[in-house]
């Protein structure tokens, strides 16, 4: 086995604005072990063409491995991002089930203890100088510098330059692809993109690989790339996209599935709501509970070309920079501290920041520097360890440059946590969009535009679990569902409930529906879905939709969210108590109008002869 274990998360907003086409693409590759990525986890904000990309990037492995390529339609600004960002994100935005369990008039409950449990939630000149590249007359070198912990280039194909000539540049510069990236670099070579290549700087850590910042410009706004990613990519990748805008995301080339709350266990998996008397006695088993399997088995039956709503709505609050960082600072310096106490106060105050590794590699560079070096064995991950080391091991008349210091903290801390914080402030609306694709599935990139029409959709989901009685003894569960919908689960009493049966859909999908750019979502049919794929799969958003903002007034109640609508405007609570029998109440795909998208029925049409269920045509050749 390769000791050299790297799991990446990492992705990038790029695209072709052509009639022929629609393209992105973003890839990992390291010089020394196979890559394995895990998933995709990007944010981005869109204001007009502006596009403001951050992306997450997990590694493991030796720093001199670390190196990454990724093509773009256009020359960005570089810099880096904070993981804080996608944290809170996370935190704010995750798919949460919630199971209410509520009185029925006339039952008698069991005397049982109930213990509350936590939520169920599913559901990244101190600076050594760039090396100057080996020089190739096919590659044009744009821009070259420093972003954070990275070295980077900005690099395109020469006009007329032969084939291969970039992807020749990239190896011989340790930038090393396989040679099955060749072809697609050549590619986006042959059609004009820029490419940008980020190594770590010397004497920097993996500890110090923090997310990237893009910032360009680009009409055609936010997309994911997959036909790079499938390079590396393992088996059901999930892939997460926040995009931050003044209305409502929507994927345009790929479907949009809702989850059927039939087939999500709420008994064991929906965090309990309710006291006590309130029938709280359930079973809560959250680690037996496969969410991300659930939409994973949706994505696959909607075609596996489908993104899920989990979050649309108000951006939601975020404070990943403190406002006190700056002026922490400007107080240290009027305190009369040594410079020892001045900086070990910083690595004190600043010990739970990513950009802190950089910090003290630049530091440790100026120790270096001095006669009686100390120290050298104080960067390490613990920063609470590397305080304690430096408070022993530097002397007390210790001399540093303050400035120097000072200016890393702002360029490594407190700079990237500005542009994050960017994303909360300056945008109104957000939207998560989930799904998961294996290698063989990512040959189209997809492509998002914005519906100012569609409802919000909250991140959290609630069920509602009440007793069927029969002379005051509970016999079954009568679940109501978040879509409306009611079931009745039998099973016997004790410590928790225990169904006779798996009650759980063998359908993970809901809803499969095509999204347009205005208007309520157009339901389709099992049978329609390879059709529906090909009519979609050449659109593009249209211009100038980033600048409109959401519709307020709430007219489209359809469910357009990850499981649909609250239960509580559409239950009748009076409801009679059913017979001790069976029920069949399900939740199907509603047979509706097609989407808009005649421009290439005839393509969808022809196709029909040979088009097979998903899974059954891989490895679908990229163009």
């Given at each position: 086995?390769?000791?050299?274990k ?11 604005s ?19 990525q ?15 990309v ?15 390529v990724?093509?773009l339609?256009?020359?960005p ?8 960002l996608?944290?809170?994100?996370i ?5 949460q ?40 007359p ?47 670099v ?6 004009g ?11 920097q850590?993996?500890g ?41 995301a ?9 989850l059927?709350?039939e ?23 959250p680690?037996?509970?496969d969410?991300?399997?659930?939409l ?5 039956e ?26 922490y ?18 690595v ?8 802190l ?29 590397v ?10 008349d ?7 210091l000072?200016?890393?903290?702002k ?24 799904t ?15 519906n ?34 009611t079931?009745?689960?039998y ?38 879905i ?38 509580e ?21 509603a ?15 022809l ?5 097979a ?11």
């Amino acid at each position: 086995m390769n000791t050299n274990k790297i799991h990446l998360v990492v992705s990038l907003a790029v695209w072709l604005s052509t009639p022929a086409a629609w393209a992105c693409g973003g890839f990992f590759c390291d010089n020394s072990a196979p890559v394995i990525q895990m998933g995709e986890q990007i944010a981005f904000g869109v204001d007009g063409n502006a596009v403001d990309v951050h992306v997450r990037i997990d590694y493991e492995g030796p720093s001199e491995s670390f190196s990454w390529v990724l093509p773009l339609p256009a020359q960005p600004t570089v810099s880096v991002s904070d993981q804080a960002l996608f944290d809170t994100l996370i935190a704010q935005t995750n798919p949460q089930m919630f199971t209410t369990w509520s009185d029925y008039p006339g039952c008698r409950f069991p005397e049982m203890d109930f213990d509350s449990a936590s939520g169920f939630s599913d559901g990244m000149d101190s600076i050594d100088a760039v090396e100057e590249p080996n020089e190739s007359p096919g590659v044009v070198v744009l821009d070259s510098g420093q972003a954070g912990p990275y070295d980077y280039y900005v690099v395109e194909a020469a006009p007329g330059a032969e084939t291969g000539a970039l992807f020749n540049w990239l190896n011989e510069n340790g930038y090393q692809q396989p040679v099955t990236a060749e072809p697609l670099v050549d590619y986006y070579s042959a059609i004009g993109f820029k490419f940008v290549a980020i190594r770590l700087q010397k004497d920097q850590s993996t500890g110090a690989i923090r997310p990237l910042r893009l910032q360009y410009e680009s009409p055609t706004y936010a997309c994911v790339p997959l036909r790079l990613t499938s390079i590396a990519a393992g088996d059901d990748m999930p892939i997460t996209a926040w995009i931050f805008a003044k209305a409502r995301a929507i994927p345009m080339n790929y479907l949009h599935v809702t989850l059927n709350p039939e087939a999500f266990d709420w008994i064991r998996c929906g965090q309990p709501q309710g006291s006590r008397s309130d029938f709280g006695f359930q079973s809560y088993f959250p680690s037996q509970c496969d969410y991300n399997g659930l939409l994973s088995d949706a994505v696959d039956e909607a075609g596996g070309r489908a993104f899920v709503t989990e979050f649309a709505g108000d951006t939601p609050a975020g404070q990943v920079l403190s406002p006190w960082m700056e002026d922490y600072l400007k107080e240290l310096e009027d305190q009369g501290l040594s410079d020892k106490d001045f900086f070990l106060d910083i690595v004190s105050m600043f010990s739970s920041s990513a950009g802190l590794s950089s910090v003290l590699a630049n530091f440790q560079n100026q120790l270096d520097n001095m006669d009686g070096e100390l120290c050298t064995d104080a960067a390490q991950e613990d920063e609470q360890w590397v305080w304690d080391t430096y408070s022993w091991c530097l002397p007390d008349d210790v001399k540093i440059d303050r400035k120097l210091l000072t200016d890393d903290v702002k360029l490594f801390i407190i700079e990237p946590l500005a542009g994050a914080q960017s994303l909360f402030d300056n945008y109104a609306y957000a939207t998560r969009l989930s799904t998961t694709m294996s290698p063989s599935e990512m040959t189209l990139d997809p492509l998002f535009s914005f519906n100012p029409d569609l409802p919000k959709v909250e991140s959290t989901t609630t069920a509602v679990a009440e007793p069927v009685c029969t002379d005051g003894d509970p016999f079954a569960i009568r679940l109501k569902l978040p879509n409306g919908g009611t079931k009745i689960i039998y099973g016997e009493f004790g410590f928790g409930f225990t169904p006779e049966s798996n009650y759980l859909s063998e359908d993970a999908a809901g809803m499969v529906q095509v999204l347009n750019e205005s208007g309520p979502p157009l339901l389709i049919s099992e049978s329609d879905i390879a059709r529906e794929q090909l009519v979609i799969e050449g659109r593009g958003p249209s211009e100038g939709r980033s600048d409109i903002e959401a519709n307020e007034d709430d007219t489209i109640t359809d469910p357009t969210g990850t499981f649909g609508q609250d239960p509580e405007s559409r239950i009748d609570e009076q409801a009679e108590a059913p017979e001790r029998s069976a029920s069949d109440d399900g939740c199907t795909a509603a047979h509706g109008p097609q989407s808009q998208g005649g421009y290439v029925l005839l393509l969808g049409l022809l196709a029909l002869a040979f088009i097979a269920r998903r899974r059954q045509s891989e490895d679908t050749p990229v163009q």
